[in-house]
């Protein structure tokens, strides 16, 4: 998060929960849940309420059963990689920011032949616009993100750390040989968590919040007096 945090007069708020852009609405979301007041409390209550706990299912052959030692290995090594997830952490991380932003966008990239990382898109350079014969989320992301990452270092850090194809579309992007700077993730390594309509889902809460802190601080205040 690099946005500087501001004060809006509730005017401001009602103007952009009623007819601001989804941009200004995820950008007044991530605002409150970074001031650290009620709004937050509610963000991480919601985001933690789910244990996020794996279940494995064997799905074995006709005749076959778990105590053949081929599927007993192949059974523990899915469980091993179930635990190398941490899904509690994992998931509380993807509700956090879908809660926050109205949605979560995320790439699995393997590394190396056993380990595999998730990257967090950021939400205001990816979205989902359509869906694969099977229903799952095509998510598009917009390369131009690279631009905002200033130090060369830093930037080059970070296109290293996402996938070829990605590094690779920006590089085209970078030296003018790809138009749009939109590109679209394979249906198998994006994960996309919406929220109804993708606006964040506690934003009309924000006003209520803030008097609430407001109210909150004038009773420290008294108690000091």
């Known amino acids: 998060y690099n946005e500087r945090v501001k004060d809006y007069s ?3 708020i009602e103007k952009i929960i009623e007819s601001g852009s989804l941009v200004e609405q995820q950008r007044l979301s991530r605002n409150y849940f970074y001031m650290d007041g009620f709004y937050k409390q509610i963000i991480i ?17 006709l005749g076959q059963n778990l105590s053949n030692s081929s599927n007993k290995k192949r059974y523990f090594k899915a469980v091993n990689f179930i635990d190398s997830l941490q899904l ?4 509380t991380n993807m509700a956090q920011k879908a809660l926050v932003n109205g949605s979560y966008y995320g790439i699995i990239y393997k590394v190396d032949g056993k380990n595999y990382t998730i990257i967090d898109l950021p939400t205001s350079y990816a979205c989902s616009n359509f869906k694969d014969l099977t229903g799952n989320d095509i998510i598009e992301f917009d ?6 990452i200033i130090d060369k ?5 970070a296109l290293s750390a ?14 003018g040989k790809l138009i749009n700077s ?8 994006g994960i996309c968590f919406p929220f109804f ?14 008097k609430y802190d407001q109210a909150v601080d004038t009773e420290i205040e008294r108690d000091l007096e």
Not at 46 to 57: E, H, M, N, Q
Not at 143 to 148: A, G, P, W
Not at 182 to 189: D, L, Q, S, T, Y
């Open 197 to 210: 309509d993708g606006r964040p889902l506690f934003l009309n809460i924000i006003p209520a919040t803030i």
């Open 182 to 189: 939109w590109v679209k993730i394979p249906a198998e390594m």
């Open 45 to 61: 209550y919601y985001a933690t309420l789910l244990k996020y706990c794996g279940l494995l299912i064997p799905n074995l052959g």
């Open 162 to 175: 996402y996938p070829k194809f990605i590094s690779r579309a920006y590089d085209k992007y970078a030296k």
């Open 88 to 91: 509690e952490t994992l998931c």
């Open 10 to 12: 509730l005017e401001e």
């Open 143 to 148: 390369v131009s993100y690279f631009n905002t």
């Open 153 to 157: 270092d830093a930037r080059r850090s």
